[in-house]
Structure formats: C-alpha cells, structure tokens
C-alpha cells in the first residue's frame, strides 16, 4: 500500500468520522406568526441515549409565555420519560413514566398531574407480530385507581383485507385525560 499524504489524511478522516457521528447533535425550529411565536430546540446525544426538547410560545399581543420541557433517557429495558409543560397562566402540568420493551412491543406505566394538581395514573401496550397484526391500548386512572378513560386497538390483516376496531370508555363526567408529546430524536 502506498503510504501517500492523501492516504494518510484519508485514513485520519474515517478514524475521526466513526466518533463525530456519535457526538451530539441539536437542531432548533422557529416560528412567527400574526398570533404568536415559538421556538423548539430538540437535542439528542446518542452515546448517553439522551433526547430533550425545550419549547417556548409567546403570545404577541399579551407577551404571555408557555413553556414546555421534555427528557428522554434510553435505558437498558427501554426509556424513561418526564415532560413539564407550563401554560400562560403559570399553571403547570407534567407527565412521568417508563416504556419497557417486551417480545413484539413495548408496555407504558406512568403518572401525570394536572394543572388543577390532579393526579392520574397511566397505563398503555402496544405490539405487533410478524405478520403486520397489531394491537395498543392505554388507560388513564384517578387518585383512587378508578379508571377514567381507556382506549384499546386491534388491527388484523389477512386475505388482503385490513380490519381495525377500536373501541373506547369514559367514565361519566370525567374530562378529557392529560396529554403531552414524548420528545422524539
């Protein structure tokens, strides 16, 4: 092998490359409206397994602000997630929980708070098979483990048909159950 200074930097550039694409990356959107304005700063660190997304949204005629705040650590078994959001008013409301994976999916259980400071309990599955059948299904739990509102999928496939049936409960009079975005990367 001819040992050229362009082999060599070559060589030097492919021995540095494997560690930089491992290093942390981070990418922020922006957004300006008549309405409002918002920024979202998402980063995500694939040697620790770490994503997080800030976001903010300021209200242009009030100046009032809502942020929001999301972590995602990958974990030998799956991921732990904690989202924080708070509202223009001040009220904040959050979401904790962990994703095990298992045999074809994964399984939810997690705990959030409203912005009244209400708490809930959440549950959730979700799995597929080798031959493209599915199923999820998740469920939300007040202080006293009453459930508040579940939702279940199946989706079958079979002689070139695709069946999906979707059935969901809530508990009279309960509002509609905390939701917030996981942080993807």
């Given at each position: ?31 300006d409206g008549d ?141 509609r159950p905390p ?7």
């Amino acid at each position: 092998m001819f040992k050229t200074p362009l082999t060599i930097a070559s060589l030097a550039a492919l021995a540095l490359a494997a560690p930089l694409a491992a290093q942390e990356q981070s990418r922020t959107k922006t957004y300006d409206g008549d309405k409002f304005t918002a920024t979202q700063t998402t980063t995500v660190n694939p040697e620790t397994g770490t994503a997080t997304r800030t976001g903010t949204a300021t209200n242009i005629n009030t100046g009032k602000t809502a942020t929001s705040s999301g972590v995602r650590q990958r974990t030998d078994t799956g991921a732990t997630v904690s989202l924080t959001q708070t509202g223009t008013q001040g009220r904040t409301r959050s979401v904790e929980g962990e994703r095990l994976r298992t045999e074809g999916g994964s399984d939810f259980t997690g705990s959030a708070t409203g912005r009244g400071g209400q708490t809930y309990g959440l549950e959730g599955s979700r799995s597929r098979d080798g031959q493209g059948n599915s199923q999820a299904s998740q469920s939300v739990t007040n202080a006293a483990g009453e459930t508040l509102a579940s939702r279940d999928r199946v989706t079958t496939r079979g002689n070139g048909q695709v069946s999906t049936t979707i059935n969901k409960t809530r508990a009279e009079g309960a509002s509609r159950p905390p939701r917030a975005r996981r942080p993807r990367g």
